[in-house]
């Protein structure tokens, strides 16, 4: 089986975090990667993603090597020094890309004009070979997102989508991606010890274990970009349906909307790429008892999510490989925070192993 040629919108924190990852295991063959599945999905290792294509605005990165502009302002993950790369990243149209809050931060090149922009990514697209798109970029960046699916259609590239604006957990984006036989996996990536899968894992829990739930919340601080941008609540709108989706999904019956609180809280510059999380639970038990949980959760926000975008961009593979267009439910449910169709942890781990097996992601068949 050949490479797995991926393009990346937004060179952040994040990308940062995943490309550096990706050389760190290069250079350790010998060590099992962390943070996956299964170290061969369907035959494809993580070693067989490479990125061919990479777009960004900031005039710190676009025209540099994708191998400079992973260490660019504001960028902070330094883990370990990358080769250089024949990879240049391209100009992506700013729309709404850069936040109030950050816009000291990134300065947005403006080089060309949209018709003249849509010619070039397209054509850097098909010249690279790029058939998955991975896209990072900020949240609030709902045009963009938007622009990058539509070019994803148009260049019949596969779509995996990291953040919370809703393309394949929007019904008519997802017609759109079924239609034209191009896979997406979304929205809004799970990390991999993070935030959202313990407070979902703790609510069913409760559910499992026949408790009753009656008020939680889920603080979260950190030091990056995406924390400093995220200090514009305007911005946060789908940000915070998704996160409380996520968990509210978990439960038999909905929690009244003012019992659950979930959401990005505050900007903590000292903190960096850790973030920290703050969970409380307030529920009962038998004879109407009550129980409390307070939970502390410290994490590396970056090392959190790039395992999952590796299984992400394989089961996209995947399922190019099998003509197979629309949203993965199963991949997206396992691996996404906000899916088209909303299953326990365990279910949609079960339904992603059938869809790698070449089965019936729902039947098993
Ligand atoms: N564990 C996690 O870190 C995690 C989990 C879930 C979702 N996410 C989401 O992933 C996304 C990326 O997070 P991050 O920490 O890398 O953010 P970041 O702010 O570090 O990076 C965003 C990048 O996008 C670029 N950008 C801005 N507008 C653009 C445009 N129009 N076109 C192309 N590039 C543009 C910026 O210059 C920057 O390089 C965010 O939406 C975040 O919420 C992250």
Request: charged share 25%; glycine share 6%; net charge positive.
């Given at each position: 089986?050949?490479?797995?040629?991926?393009?990346?919108?937004?060179?952040?924190?994040?990308?940062?975090?995943?490309?550096?990852?990706?050389?760190?295991?290069?250079?350790?063959?010998?060590?099992?990667?962390?943070?996956?599945?299964?170290?061969?999905?369907?035959?494809?290792?993580?070693?067989?993603?490479?990125?061919?294509?990479?777009?960004?605005?900031?005039?710190?990165?676009?025209?540099?090597?994708?191998?400079?502009?992973?260490?660019?302002?504001?960028?902070?993950?330094d883990?370990?020094?990358?080769?250089?790369?024949?990879?240049?990243?391209?100009?992506?149209?700013?729309?709404?890309?850069?936040?109030?809050?950050?816009?000291?931060?990134?300065?947005?090149?403006?080089?060309?004009?949209?018709?003249?922009?849509?010619k070039?990514?397209?054509k850097?697209?098909?010249?690279?070979?790029?058939?998955?798109?991975?896209?990072?970029?900020?949240?609030?960046?709902?045009?963009?997102?938007?622009?990058?699916?539509?070019?994803?259609?148009?260049?019949?590239?596969?779509?995996?989508?990291?953040?919370?604006?809703?393309?394949?957990?929007?019904?008519?984006?997802?017609?759109?991606?079924?239609?034209?036989?191009?896979?997406?996996i979304?929205?809004?990536?799970?990390?991999?010890?993070?935030?959202?899968?313990?407070?979902?894992?703790?609510?069913?829990?409760?559910?499992?274990?026949g408790?009753?739930?009656?008020?939680?919340?889920?603080?979260?601080?950190?030091?990056?970009?995406?924390?400093?941008?995220m200090?514009?609540?305007?911005?946060?709108?789908?940000?915070?349906?998704?996160?409380?989706?996520?968990?509210?999904?978990?439960?038999?019956?909905?929690?009244?909307?003012?019992?659950?609180?979930?959401?990005?809280?505050?900007?903590?510059?000292?903190?960096?790429?850790?973030?920290?999380?703050?969970?409380?639970?307030?529920?009962?038990?038998?004879?109407?008892?009550?129980?409390?949980?307070?939970?502390?959760?410290?994490?590396d926000?970056?090392?959190?999510?790039?395992?999952?975008?590796?299984?992400?961009?394989?089961?996209?593979?995947?399922?190019?490989?099998?003509?197979?267009?629309?949203?993965?439910?199963?991949?997206?449910?396992?691996?996404?925070?906000?899916?088209?169709?909303?299953?326990?942890?365990?279910?949609?781990?079960?339904?992603?192993?059938?869809?790698?097996?070449?089965?019936?992601?729902?039947?098993?068949?």
């Amino acid at each position: 089986m050949g490479k797995i040629k991926c393009g990346v919108v937004g060179v952040g924190n994040c990308f940062s975090g995943l490309y550096q990852g990706l050389h760190y295991y290069r250079e350790h063959s010998e060590k099992e990667v962390i943070g996956l599945m299964h170290q061969d999905m369907a035959s494809y290792k993580t070693h067989d993603i490479e990125f061919v294509s990479a777009f960004d605005v900031s005039s710190l990165k676009v025209g540099k090597p994708l191998s400079e502009a992973v260490y660019a302002k504001p960028n902070m993950v330094d883990w370990v020094k990358v080769p250089k790369s024949n990879v240049i990243v391209q100009e992506s149209p700013v729309l709404d890309g850069v936040g109030k809050y950050v816009e000291e931060l990134i300065k947005p090149v403006k080089n060309k004009p949209m018709d003249q922009l849509k010619k070039d990514i397209k054509k850097h697209i098909e010249d690279t070979g790029t058939e998955i798109i991975v896209s990072y970029l900020p949240v609030g960046s709902q045009q963009a997102a938007e622009f990058w699916a539509q070019m994803c259609l148009d260049t019949n590239t596969a779509f995996v989508n990291c953040m919370p604006v809703f393309i394949a957990s929007n019904p008519a984006w997802e017609k759109k991606f079924r239609e034209k036989k191009v896979p997406v996996i979304g929205d809004d990536i799970k990390g991999q010890i993070g935030a959202t899968i313990v407070h979902r894992v703790l609510t069913r829990l409760t559910r499992d274990r026949g408790a009753e739930l009656d008020k939680t919340y889920q603080l979260n601080v950190g030091g990056n970009t995406d924390f400093k941008n995220m200090l514009e609540r305007e911005r946060l709108e789908s940000k915070k349906v998704s996160k409380t989706e996520s968990v509210q999904s978990q439960l038999k019956k909905r929690m009244p909307d003012e019992n659950i609180h979930v959401g990005p809280s505050d900007f903590v510059p000292f903190l960096h790429n850790t973030k920290i999380c703050f969970i409380y639970m307030y529920g009962r038990q038998w004879a109407d008892v009550p129980y409390k949980l307070d939970l502390k959760l410290e994490v590396d926000d970056k090392a959190n999510s790039a395992g999952i975008v590796v299984d992400a961009i394989r089961a996209a593979r995947i399922a190019k490989d099998r003509k197979y267009g629309g949203a993965i439910e199963s991949a997206s449910a396992y691996l996404m925070k906000h899916p088209p169709v909303q299953m326990s942890d365990s279910e949609a781990r079960l339904a992603l192993e059938y869809f790698i097996m070449g089965k019936s992601e729902k039947t098993g068949q």
